[in-house]
């Protein structure tokens, strides 16, 4: 097992709020919440990435995602749930422990996720065409 912060956590090395625990994924409470009942969600196994995730184990960390988020809005009554995941220190990711955050959104927040862009004429479908060649390999 790796020496990263989450591995510890799933040692009980450090100690966390545990929200849900299973025999691949756990839950616990972010220590710096956006708002408050803000959940991570990570496998057991360390994998950095959400690419690295084996297929089997991602469909058990999803579907707790999607228990948890349940639950999360239950307890404490916000109006709805963004989820996020950063892949890659570019991407914000400081926790190099794969972990898909389940945030709870209330009217007002303030949370802005993203600023969006615009594509020329013609750009778009040339992005599309990119991407699609990779899926088609
Ligand atoms: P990210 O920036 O996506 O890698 O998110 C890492 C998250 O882990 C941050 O939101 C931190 O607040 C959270 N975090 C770091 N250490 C702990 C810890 N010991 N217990 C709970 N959450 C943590
Ligand atoms: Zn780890």
Known sequence: MEDCIFCKIIKGEIPCSKVYEDSNV????????????HTLVI??????????????????????????????KSGVSCD?????????????????????????????????LWPQNTYEDGEMDKVCGKIVTFLNE
Request: avoid cysteine; charge should be neutral; charged fraction near 25%.
């Open 26 to 37: 756990l839950a616990f409470l972010d220590i710096g919440p956006v708002n408050h009942g």
């Open 43 to 72: 496998p057991k196994e360390h994998h950095k990435e959400l690419k690295d995730i084996p297929d089997e184990l991602l469909k058990n960390v999803i579907v707790a995602v999607k228990k948890i988020s349940s639950a999360v």
């Open 80 to 112: 709805g749930i963004s989820l996020n995941m950063s892949n890659g220190e570019e991407a914000g990711q400081v926790v190099p422990h794969a972990h898909v955050h389940i945030i709870p959104r209330v009217k007002g927040d303030g949370l802005k």
